[in-house]
């Protein structure tokens, strides 16, 4: 039997480049209603000494991250993959078109495919591929239907209305379509998966599939948990987030026929980057509109998911824990609790926490030639970070 078991995940280092203070969003209202283990090191002998790390947050720049920027070196990558989505979904049913069709016209800046365009690119220069094989283009094609499934079920899991400005799936057809396109595209993407006959690959993506929902099943039972660690979390975020930004990072290597050191490196770029994503899009649960966020702000907490700004602040407040345990039962609980939460420091300790993992994720693409694809894996951490500036 095949083993499925993940790659060993450092996850719960921290480090402290520096504070700042965030503004919180102002909230009203009641509460909503709302497998195989990777093995986790809580060891710290990869922490790099001081100096040994280019620091992401030391460098000032005049001029932020534009993420159009960054993609231009893959834009026809891009285009032909924005081509090939929606027909790869199949032409059997209808409601399955007209659904993909909302997906996959929903916007969204599709990084998941262009961080394996901008890998695939970045490593295949160093074997001397000039040009990107099918592999490489079939990959992008299902981590964007992987991610996108994922997207599907989470909606109908937290019975949001919104994603990206639009209206979800589920709003639209129906809980039961939005669960059965998701389950087609999961599907689908595995079908086109087992066509690569890459054994290995096989193996690293369908471990994503499976940490989707171990993610899930351990935020599920973490709900109003305030005895949940910072490592708890992070595991809880490689499950959902980093897990196939890893993976892809690494497939996408492997396809260009790199050393296994490199691909390795590719990996753990990945899943510092995914984990750094996590991060800042929970501080941007508490500092951005709905508007902004293109799904309901302020959800996470109101639905019990503790995240890294809560988790540090519960460090220092015993009455945020005793709030959180009463699930927002009274009136404007849930405002004071996000104001404990700003005042204890929580938010500018998860920009730490944040930072801490883009650093890791810079310093794992110094295997790397220099290059304009290497430049703009580098520019997507920044990018990154410029979101909770």
Same mark, same amino acid.
């Given at each position: 039997?095949?083993? $499925?078991?993940?790659?060993? *995940?450092?996850?719960?280092?921290?480090g402290?480049? &520096?504070?700042?203070?965030?503004?919180?969003?102002?909230?009203? &209202?009641?509460?909503?209603?709302?497998?195989?283990?990777?093995?986790?090191?809580?060891?710290?002998?990869?922490?790099?000494?001081?100096?040994?790390?280019?620091? *992401?947050?030391?460098?000032?720049?005049? /001029?932020?991250?534009q993420?159009?920027?960054? $993609?231009?070196?893959?834009?026809?990558?891009?285009?032909?993959?924005?081509?090939?989505?929606?027909?790869?979904?199949?032409?059997?049913?209808?409601?399955?078109?007209?659904?993909?069709?909302?997906?996959? &016209?929903?916007?969204?800046?599709?990084?998941?495919?262009?961080?394996?365009?901008?890998?695939?690119?970045?490593?295949?220069?160093?074997?001397?591929?000039?040009?990107?094989?099918?592999?490489?283009?079939?990959?992008?094609?299902?981590?964007?239907?992987?991610?996108?499934?994922s997207?599907?079920?989470?909606?109908?899991?937290?019975?949001?209305?919104?994603?990206?400005?639009?209206?979800?799936?589920?709003?639209? =057809?129906?809980?039961?379509?939005?669960?059965?396109?998701?389950? !087609?595209?999961?599907?689908?993407?595995?079908?086109?998966?087992?066509?690569?006959?890459?054994?290995?690959?096989?193996?690293?993506?369908?471990?994503?599939?499976?940490?989707?929902?171990?993610?899930e099943?351990?935020?599920?039972?973490?709900? !109003?948990?305030?005895?949940?660690?910072?490592?708890? =979390?992070?595991?809880?975020?490689? =499950?959902?987030?980093?897990?196939?930004?890893?993976?892809?990072?690494? %497939?996408?290597?492997?396809? %260009?026929?790199? %050393?296994?050191?490199?691909? /390795?490196?590719?990996?753990? =770029?990945?899943?510092?980057?995914?984990?750094?994503?996590?991060?800042?899009?929970?501080?941007?649960? !508490?500092?951005?509109?709905?508007?902004?966020?293109?799904?309901?702000?302020?959800?996470?907490?109101?639905?019990?998911?503790?995240?890294?700004p *809560?988790?540090?602040?519960?460090?220092?407040?015993?009455?945020?824990?005793?709030?959180?345990?009463?699930?927002f039962?009274?009136?404007?609980?849930?405002?004071?609790?996000?104001?404990?939460?700003?005042?204890? &420091?929580?938010?500018?300790?998860?920009q730490?926490?944040?930072?801490?993992?883009?650093?890791?994720?810079?310093?794992? $693409?110094?295997?790397?030639?220099?290059?304009?694809?290497?430049?703009?894996?580098?520019?997507?951490?920044?990018?990154?970070?410029?979101?909770?500036?």
């Amino acid at each position: 039997m095949l083993s $499925l078991t993940c790659p060993s *995940v450092d996850l719960c280092q921290s480090g402290c480049l &520096g504070r700042r203070r965030l503004r919180p969003l102002q909230m009203s &209202g009641s509460r909503r209603r709302g497998g195989v283990r990777c093995m986790v090191s809580t060891t710290r002998h990869d922490v790099p000494s001081a100096g040994e790390v280019r620091s *992401v947050t030391a460098e000032s720049s005049s /001029e932020r991250v534009q993420v159009s920027s960054l $993609l231009e070196v893959v834009s026809g990558d891009m285009k032909m993959l924005n081509e090939n989505l929606k027909s790869i979904i199949g032409a059997e049913n209808p409601v399955l078109i007209s659904a993909a069709e909302q997906i996959f &016209g929903a916007g969204g800046k599709r990084l998941r495919p262009a961080l394996v365009f901008l890998v695939s690119r970045a490593t295949a220069q160093i074997d001397g591929i000039r040009e990107l094989t099918m592999q490489h283009r079939r990959l992008a094609e299902i981590i964007e239907m992987i991610h996108t499934a994922s997207l599907i079920h989470d909606d109908v899991l937290d019975d949001s209305g919104m994603r990206r400005g639009k209206e979800t799936i589920h709003q639209t =057809y129906g809980t039961r379509v939005a669960v059965l396109a998701g389950d !087609f595209m999961f599907a689908q993407s595995s079908w086109y998966l087992a066509n690569l006959e890459n054994i290995e690959v096989i193996k690293l993506i369908s471990q994503v599939i499976k940490d989707f929902a171990s993610g899930e099943i351990k935020q599920a039972s973490s709900l !109003f948990d305030c005895d949940l660690t910072l490592e708890d =979390y992070l595991l809880k975020s490689y =499950y959902k987030t980093a897990s196939l930004i890893a993976s892809s990072a690494k %497939s996408a290597a492997i396809f %260009s026929s790199v %050393s296994t050191s490199i691909c /390795e490196q590719m990996f753990e =770029y990945g899943k510092n980057l995914g984990l750094s994503f996590q991060v800042v899009d929970d501080i941007l649960d !508490f500092t951005q509109s709905t508007e902004q966020l293109g799904k309901p702000a302020g959800s996470d907490l109101s639905k019990g998911n503790l995240t890294a700004p *809560v988790i540090f602040a519960l460090e220092k407040e015993p009455k945020l824990r005793e709030i959180i345990d009463s699930e927002f039962s009274e009136a404007g609980s849930l405002d004071t609790a996000i104001e404990l939460i700003l005042e204890c &420091g929580g938010l500018s300790r998860a920009q730490e926490l944040a930072k801490q993992k883009a650093d890791l994720a810079i310093q794992k $693409l110094q295997c790397l030639p220099e290059s304009e694809y290497r430049n703009s894996l580098e520019g997507i951490v920044k990018y990154n970070l410029e979101r909770i500036d």
